[in-house]
């Protein structure tokens, strides 16, 4: 069973910086992709990056240029590296993953997922 348990998550004014991490544990397969994801309350969760086994890395059109998402192999370990935080991105982030190819950034297409690291960003 595969396992994500995501930390990092916190408060920071608006205009900071982030690092998120992903733990994952338990992989089958050879080839998988792990994303992250956001859901702010109300609202829908939405795909923010994603990364397969191979290094290929999509985003989400509105997360490009501010987020970057990454991994250490060695440490089966996904980042998500968040500069010029605005307060528009507080959510809960989550870790997901599924086996094979990346598809699209939607939630149905990952098997996986992490509890959760909540982010703030106060103005």
């Known amino acids: 069973q595969v396992q994500l348990v995501e930390s990092g998550g916190g408060s920071v004014q608006a205009g900071g910086s982030l690092r998120l991490s992903c733990v994952a544990s338990?992989?089958?397969?050879?080839?998988?992709?792990v994303a992250w994801f956001r859901q702010a309350p109300g609202k829908e969760r939405e795909g923010v990056a994603a990364?397969?086994?191979?290094?290929?890395?999509s985003y989400a059109d509105s997360m490009k240029g501010r987020f970057t998402i990454s991994q250490d192999n060695a440490k089966n370990t996904l980042y998500l590296h968040m500069n010029s935080l605005k307060p528009e991105d507080t959510a809960m982030y989550y870790c997901?993953?599924?086996?094979?190819?990346?598809?699209?950034?939607?939630?149905?297409?990952?098997?996986?997922w992490g509890q959760g690291t909540q982010v703030t960003v106060s103005s």
């Open positions: 997901a993953a599924r086996a094979g190819w990346c598809l699209p950034l939607h939630p149905g297409n990952y098997d996986y």
């Open positions: 338990g992989y089958t397969s050879s080839r998988y992709c």
């Open positions: 990364i397969d086994s191979g290094g290929s890395t």
